[in-house]
């Protein structure tokens, strides 16, 4: 059974798709512990709705990143609550190299788009912008880049005339609480290697 630490910044709905698929049966897992960066994030208030452990991490002085005494602390926490796997959900800053190595190849990620195109903020606006036709969402595991880290899983979202950059957002998030799911009973199951950049799941 995975041992689920989350961080999240905002609204919680993938937090929401992973304790959905844990009470359906199909994600065998815990969630040990919920920590938001943001005091009013709506992440904890759905945690505490279930029940499950939350608290507010300040990150500062950092804006962006997880560094320093919040990342030792955010380190603490999630070791004392006996976390395995680090979820990153909705996440909104850079992680840094202490966070990776006290959890080698278990921290994973959920970036807005079809990596490599459009690492960053607002993915969905920039596909929207360039002109894809098709954009999407990927759960991968998390490496000393940017969005950068080995596919676990993607899944596509055709971009349609009219989107505007809310309702090519609202399908992607649809699609996001199919993936964390899969991603984590892929993990959870174990039947996979990283081989270099690439996640080699075997067949069940
Ligand atoms: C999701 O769309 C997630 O992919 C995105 O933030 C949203 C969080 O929604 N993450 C990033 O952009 C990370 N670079 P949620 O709080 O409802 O899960």
């Known amino acids: 059974m995975l041992k689920l630490g989350i961080l999240g910044s905002g609204a919680g709905s993938n937090m929401q798709s ?8 199909e994600l065998d897992a815990e969630i040990k512990i919920v920590l938001a960066d943001v005091p009013d994030a709506k992440i904890l208030e759905r945690a505490k709705n ?7 991490l300040d990150c500062a002085p950092w804006k962006t990143k997880l560094e320093g005494a919040a990342e030792e602390k955010c380190i ?13 959900a909705g996440f909104m800053r850079i992680v ?8 080698p190849n278990r ?6 788009a079809l990596l490599p195109a459009f690492p960053g903020v607002h993915s969905w606006t920039q596909a929207l912008d360039y002109g894809c036709k098709v954009a999407g969402v990927t759960v991968h595991f998390v490496d000393a880049g940017t969005d950068s880290g080995p596919i676990i899983v993607q899944k596509a ?3 349609l005339e009219d989107d505007t950059p809310e309702t090519l957002h609202a399908r992607i998030q649809i699609q ?12 959870a199951a174990g039947n996979y290697a990283i081989e270099g950049r690439r996640v080699k799941i075997a067949k069940s």
Do not use: Q
């Open 18 to 25: 992973i304790v959905d698929a844990i009470g359906n049966g």
């Open 50 to 56: 279930h029940g499950i452990p939350c608290r507010y």
């Open 76 to 88: 603490g926490i999630l070791k004392e609550s006996g976390v395995d796997t680090v979820v990153l």
């Open 96 to 103: 840094k190299p202490k966070l990776l190595a006290a959890f």
């Open 107 to 112: 921290v994973v990620n959920i970036h807005p």
């Open 157 to 159: 979202v055709e971009v």
């Open 176 to 187: 996001e609480h199919a993936a964390y799911p899969e991603a984590l009973r892929i993990i």
